[in-house]
């Protein structure tokens, strides 16, 4: 299991409220908001957030979807280099993976998450990251790494942005996606992009891992019922502002216990965005 150095993962009992009263390091952005995230804050060499869960998080089958997991790792893990790197520099995710430690239901209304970086160098960077329900459970472990480039123009500040609550049934109807399948292949489609934008004007890398998940988790289900133990995508390049996406699952292997799907994601122009693999496991309740 991952460590964060002095051991300290018990976020719950010391987040202090939800994060009230202490001034955050980050103000997340308005997809963050979207997703349930209320905040995040330094101690020491660790960042730590929270999010609020809901039916918004729900798959078809009344269980949280675990692709929901995608912005808020994606957030504590990116946020620990953004808000270090210098003022000339952007730091960019390519490539962000997730473990579920505990499969869903999770029976909590919020997650709290911590990350550190156990590495760091000039131009990429590693980070690790915990989420837990609100006993201190482990429910899943992350990593990400970045890259740092050369800042073309500065990104807008977040500004504060008030929590922003959703009122979607399930998964699919919060990200406004649309779900279709044949025999070989489960597509996750968005028509509409514009609202889930990071600070760069583009579309936010937790949104690809979500999508990726979901067509994975899909296709498992038609396939024997397997769910998913573990998520990576890489990011290969952005896609067109404002287009149109969808990623398409494929099955590598499916067995009784184990699974591999491929999926692909691609903006509306054809261009390839994103591969994630995605591995599927029988669970023994």
């Keep these: 299991?991952?460590?964060?150095?002095?051991?300290?993962?018990?976020?719950?009992?010391?987040?202090?409220?939800?994060?009230?009263?202490?001034?955050?390091?980050?103000?997340?952005?308005?997809?963050?908001?979207?997703?349930?995230?209320?905040?995040?804050?330094?101690?020491?060499?660790?960042?730590?957030?929270?999010?609020?869960?809901?039916?918004?998080?729900?798959?078809?089958s009344g269980r949280e979807q675990v692709g929901a997991l995608g912005v808020l790792l994606d957030h504590v893990l990116g946020e620990i280099f953004y808000?270090?790197?210098?003022?000339?520099?952007?730091?960019?995710?390519?490539?962000?993976?997730?473990?579920?430690?505990?499969?869903?239901?999770?029976n909590t209304t919020v997650l709290y998450a911590v990350s550190w970086v156990p590495r760091?160098?000039?131009?990429?960077?590693?980070?690790?990251?915990?989420?837990?329900?609100?006993?201190?459970?482990?429910?899943a472990v992350g990593t990400t790494r970045i890259q740092y480039v050369a800042a073309s123009a500065s990104?807008?500040?977040?500004?504060?942005?008030?929590?922003?609550?959703?009122?979607?049934?399930?998964?699919?109807?919060?990200?406004?996606?649309?779900?279709?399948?044949?025999?070989?292949?489960?597509?996750?489609?968005?028509?509409?992009?514009q609202d889930w934008g990071n600070l760069y004007?583009?579309?936010?890398?937790?949104?690809?891992?979500?999508?990726?998940?979901t067509a994975a988790a899909e296709a498992f289900a038609r396939r024997g019922g397997l769910r998913t133990a573990h998520v990576h995508v890489s990011y290969l390049r952005q896609s067109s502002p404002g287009a149109s996406i969808r990623v398409d699952a494929r099955p590598v292997h499916c067995g009784r216990l184990f699974g591999l799907m491929e999926v692909i994601g691609a903006d509306d122009t054809g261009r390839q965005?994103?591969?994630?693999?995605?591995?599927g496991r029988r669970y023994e309740p």
């Design 273 to 279: 965005c994103v591969k994630a693999m995605v591995t």
């Design 83 to 106: 808000t270090t790197r210098a003022r000339d520099q952007w730091s960019l995710t390519t490539e962000l993976a997730f473990d579920v430690i505990a499969p869903p239901p999770w």
């Design 155 to 193: 990104p807008p500040e977040a500004g504060h942005v008030g929590e922003i609550a959703s009122r979607a049934a399930n998964f699919a109807e919060h990200l406004g996606i649309r779900i279709s399948s044949d025999t070989e292949t489960t597509r996750v489609e968005l028509p509409d992009t």
């Design 1 to 60: 299991m991952f460590s964060s150095d002095s051991g300290d993962v018990g976020l719950a009992a010391s987040d202090g409220g939800l994060l009230s009263g202490a001034p955050p390091d980050c103000d997340p952005g308005l997809v963050e908001r979207r997703f349930g995230v209320v905040g995040c804050r330094a101690e020491g060499a660790l960042l730590r957030s929270v999010m609020r869960t809901g039916t918004w998080m729900n798959d078809s």
């Design 201 to 213: 004007g583009v579309l936010h890398g937790g949104i690809w891992a979500g999508m990726a998940e």
């Design 120 to 139: 760091g160098e000039r131009t990429q960077g590693f980070a690790q990251a915990e989420v837990m329900d609100d006993s201190g459970t482990l429910l």
